[in-house]
């Protein structure tokens, strides 16, 4: 039976009470926002509740996330002024900027994984003030590097510590990034302009050899600096700034991708265990942090360096992978670390060892920091389950188990071992003893 309608409405059909909700879901499943494109997220609770400061900006806010932020609004007028920067350094129009967010303004607006309730207008008008903020930013840190670049020093912000103290931790946050494209097409249009200038003779360095500039002087002293074939690759795709950290903590060698294993319950043994068993434990020259390898009983660990920064990086690349759903690497390093590492003795060998190279106060705090990495993170494809397997079966050969058995409860200190001569020195001339009466 169906109930009349009007004449803008639709029949009703009494007799079923469900369809009004079924449109009402369609309708829904119609309007929801497809995860094609995200790579800009907010950090879910089950990672966030860890540790929330890493997570959200403290001082200026980069992107739409954060933007409505009160606490943020102060630094708004610092981010204006480093527009006024950005427009004066080469002769292009405000509306060329413009035009080249607007034309994209939907790949942009799918790159963040919320709603955005922002206007065309005010949306762009974030895009441009925050690309050119990060832009400038990086020209004043390091764009000496490739030329003086007319960036001037005496600004609202006095010095450039302030900028690596209080704005750099804002900027390597997940949920405080533009799109890289955004960037490097901004950046882009004053490099044609300067290159078709005359008059002007400096370089402007391109998006990416800027952003990798920042990378080798924040973290000169570690090896991933040195990662940088990957840069020269023309299908190389960075979302933002911590993709693109991710890329250095990426496996070097095309081999080493696929060194992949099941996460399985068994942990490896802690780096002092694998110490007691006779494992050599070693300083490996690779420049990839996932280039942990054992063969022949040689355990290669690449050198890491941990410093006040490294919770805050660690944290957000891993709450990337997490949520982008990109092969776990940073996730997988973390893990058999977290396996390495069970207490501060074992941070203190690695020390030892020229593997880690410790910044912090003491040994426990690096041992907390590295347990503490891992939790409430989710695994499915584990990158060191050769290595694990490796070691398992190393260690399970009865004459290590004897050995490392020896070596624990007899050898494990100097006292002991001198308790033991004496009883190695009757063993031996009873040995001589049987084997002289035999020969008699």
């Known amino acids: 039976m169906r109930r009349r309608a009007g004449n803008n409405e639709a029949p009703i059909n009494i007799e079923n009470p469900y369809i009004l909700l079924a449109a009402s879901i369609r309708q829904m499943l119609d309007t929801s926002v497809s995860r094609e ?23 200026i806010s980069i992107g739409t996330l954060h933007h409505d932020n009160g606490d943020l609004k102060p630094m708004e007028e610092l981010k204006r002024s480093y527009l006024k920067k950005f427009l004066h350094r080469v002769d292009v129009r405000l509306e060329v900027y413009i035009k080249k967010i607007k034309d994209q303004e939907e790949k942009l607006r799918a790159c963040y994984a919320d709603v955005i309730e922002f206007s065309s207008e005010d949306f762009i008008q974030i895009m441009m003030v925050d690309a050119a903020f990060v832009i400038e930013i990086l020209l004043k840190l390091c764009g000496h590097r490739f030329n003086p670049l007319g960036v001037d020093d005496h600004d609202n912000i006095s010095s450039k510590s302030w900028i690596i103290n209080y704005i750099m931790p804002d ?33 402007i360095p391109s998006m990416m050899n800027l952003a990798f500039e920042f990378i080798n002087m924040t973290f000169s002293s570690t090896s991933m600096v040195q990662n940088v074939g990957m840069l ?47 494992v050599k434990i070693v300083w490996g020259s690779s420049t990839s942090l996932s280039a942990i390898r054992f063969v022949d009983g040689i355990l290669e660990i690449p050198r890491l360096l941990i410093h006040n920064g490294s919770e805050l990086l660690f944290r957000n690349i891993v709450a990337f992978e997490q949520c982008h759903g990109c092969p776990s690497y940073v996730n997988s390093y973390l893990s058999i670390l977290d396996d390495f590492v069970n207490a501060p003795m074992d941070v203190e060998l690695l020390v030892r060892k020229g593997i880690f190279i410790n910044m912090l106060s003491d040994h426990n705090e690096v041992s907390t920091l590295i347990n503490d990495l891992g939790k409430g993170v989710v695994i499915s494809d584990f990158y060191f389950g050769s290595v694990r397997e490796e070691l398992d079966r190393y260690l399970k050969s009865p004459w290590i188990k004897w050995k490392s058995t020896l070596k624990r409860h007899f050898f494990n200190s100097p006292w002991a071992t001198k308790q033991m001569i004496p009883f190695i020195i009757i063993l031996m001339l009873t040995i001589i003893q049987m084997v002289y009466s035999t020969i008699k």
């Open 171 to 203: 900027m390597l946050k997940l949920e405080n990034q533009v799109p890289f494209c955004i960037l490097e097409d901004l950046l882009e249009l004053q490099r044609i302009a300067a290159d078709a200038n005359s008059n002007i003779t400096y370089v």
């Open 37 to 59: 494109g995200h790579c800009i997220y907010r950090v879910p609770a089950y990672l966030r509740c860890k540790s929330k400061d890493v997570y959200t900006p403290s001082v």
């Open 232 to 278: 020269g690759s023309s299908s190389l795709k960075v979302e933002h700034f911590i993709a693109f950290l991710r890329l250095f903590y990426l496996p070097k060698d095309s081999h080493i991708i696929n060194i992949g294993g099941e996460v399985k319950a068994v942990n490896a043994p802690s780096i002092s265990e694998l110490e007691m068993a006779g």
